[in-house]
């Protein structure tokens, strides 16, 4: 049997909303807008999925109840930071 205290560098896989992200030490992700914190605030994430370094891997079935990811939010982008184009078919409206 492991521990996660044993697992110095490691990768895990957390769930955050309705995605799953693999990080590691230092990653910065790309998640939708959660309604419940500002920016710098930290968060402890406890849905995680899988721990896993080069000698050994725990999952979860389906979540491992003992490990949890701390992260800190950088910032907000707005999700409509991007234009935003509409097509039409030639033909779909007709008088």
């Known amino acids: ?11 895990d896989a957390i769930w955050i909303g309705s995605h799953q992200f693999k990080v590691s030490n230092g990653d910065t992700i790309y998640t939708e807008k959660l309604k419940f914190c500002e920016v710098n605030d930290k968060l402890i994430l406890h849905k995680v999925l899988m721990v896993g370094s080069k000698s050994q891997t725990i ?11 701390h992260a800190v939010v950088e910032e907000h982008v707005s999700p409509f930071s991007f234009p935003m184009y509409c097509y039409f078919t030639p033909g779909a409206y007709k008088v």
Not at 1 to 11: G, I
């Open 1 to 11: 049997m492991y521990s996660l205290e044993e697992m110095k560098e490691e990768a």
């Open 59 to 69: 999952i979860g079935r389906p979540i491992l109840l003992d490990a949890a990811v």
